[in-house]
């Protein structure tokens, strides 16, 4: 049931209306069983079965562990229900690939829901979360289905009180969710759709394109990438706030990023901290004795880990070994770089060399095989010819849309946090919001037809 489909609009409307029909000290119940629903839409039992073993041992294992940090029995059973966490988590996204397995086994929103358990143990082993004591409200923070099948990563201490809150469906809420699910739903099938014509007219056989072709797809990649996932996030920021919950923000325009680390901290932003809490700050510590060179291998090591996260292929792995290459090569060189130049200049060359570094890592994220990657990388300065028939492959109006669009998203995006459902928009005057509002969704309506593809993240 994806966000951009009727079956969910449906749904959506459906939950809410029950929702406010019920007593809050009851919604809880409808949020869970909406969520479980909305989960087993993927009409895979498997997954509703990982679900709740996972939701059962980190209830089970958040009991069991508090106050018991420090205690040899208290570190045996963090790492038992840890590693169950995590058993579930290879068992349905690794296993059958190592394996061979000729179907492909769908493993969305394991990942999230994984991490959001495993930050829970950490988090009440650390004393830093009281165990929950309701199995319903654990269950429902890591089952959530606005932010069930590609997050964000919600931490216990920020999601939890919220969910036991039940905070009034207020209009305020009603408004600002619909406009920032509306803004998630443009920015998703008006600009990356779009831009994925594109991208895939060229990747889906590359060596059938010249140079110049592949390096504007490569491009068009890193914004429907862009778009595909900060439009999800929006689409799952907007359908909590109906509720009067308020989720992570998981983007802040990340290609405007002055390095690599500046992008990380843009990008995806719940599993960026998560990675940096869990994984990158353990392996710095392990690794201190070696000083600068000691944390160089931790940023090597944890995107390793990230690279691998995202699926059981080479051009994952080396997508993330990239970026730990990036990060890494940055602090090894902290001391030796200089830059002369003045601070306007300087801060336009490190975007736009940062653009450029992370669109190169695009191409082994993007390609169907390290193959194809790598012809890519060795031919995309190989000749400047047709490109033209690149830019009018999907005939000649698409990308005068797609670039119009991303004109608006850009300027949408930088009124204010929640873009178009920002507070200038509310506080003007009525005639002009509603004018607004009409007209956004008329064109919505309008570019979106004939649009509507799979999210590029649901695959991990």
Known sequence: MPFNSVEYFVFLAAVLVVSRLVSR?????????????????????????????VSAATYAGGRCISGEAGTTKGSLLFWSFVGFDLLVLISIKYVPAWLGASAVVSAVGVSYYAFQA????????????????????????????????????????????????????TY????????LFAWGLFKKVVIADRLGLYVDWVYVDVQAHPGLPMLLATYFYAGQIYYDFSGYTDMALGSARLFGVRLTQNFRAPYL???????????????????????????????RSAGTAGTA???????????????????????????????????????????PLPAPLRRIWQTALTLNLVSFAWIFFRANSLRDALYVVTHFVSGAGHVGRFLLSQGKGELLIALASVAVAAAGS???????????????????????????????????????????????
Not at 130 to 154: N, V
Not at 172 to 179: K, Q, S, Y
Not at 307 to 335: C, D, E, N, Q
């Open 25 to 53: 000290r009851f919604r809880w119940i409808v949020l869970l069983l909406a969520s479980i629903l909305f989960y087993g839409a993927t009409r895979a039992p498997y997954l509703l079965l990982a679900l709740l073993l």
């Open 118 to 169: 495993i930050s829970y143990l950490v988090d009440v082993y650390a004393e830093i979360q009281p165990p929950e004591t309701h199995f319903g409200h654990l269950a429902l923070y890591l089952a959530f289905f606005p932010k069930l099948l590609q997050g964000p990563i919600e931490r216990a201490g920020d999601l939890l009180p919220q969910l036991r809150a039940a905070v009034p469906i």
């Open 172 to 179: 305020e809420n009603l408004r600002a969710g619909l406009l």
């Open 257 to 287: 990023a002055t390095s690599i680390a500046d992008f990380w901290r843009r990008w995806h932003i719940s599993f960026s901290r998560w990675i940096l809490d869990y994984i990158f700050k353990p392996l710095q510590m392990a690794f």
């Open 297 to 339: 291998l931790a940023l090597m090591v944890t995107f390793l880990v990230v690279g691998a996260w995202h699926g059981p292929k080479w051009t994952f792995v080396i997508w993330g070994l990239l970026h730990g290459m990036y990060m890494a090569a940055s602090v090894l060189t902290a001391r030796l770089r200089r830059n």
């Open 414 to 460: 930088s009124w204010d946090t929640d873009g178009i459902a920002g507070e200038r928009l509310r506080t003007s005057p009525t005639a002009l919001r509603w004018s607004v509002y009409y007209g956004f969704t008329a064109m919505l309506l309008f570019l979106s037809a004939g649009h509507g593809g799979r999210f590029i993240y649901f695959q991990f």
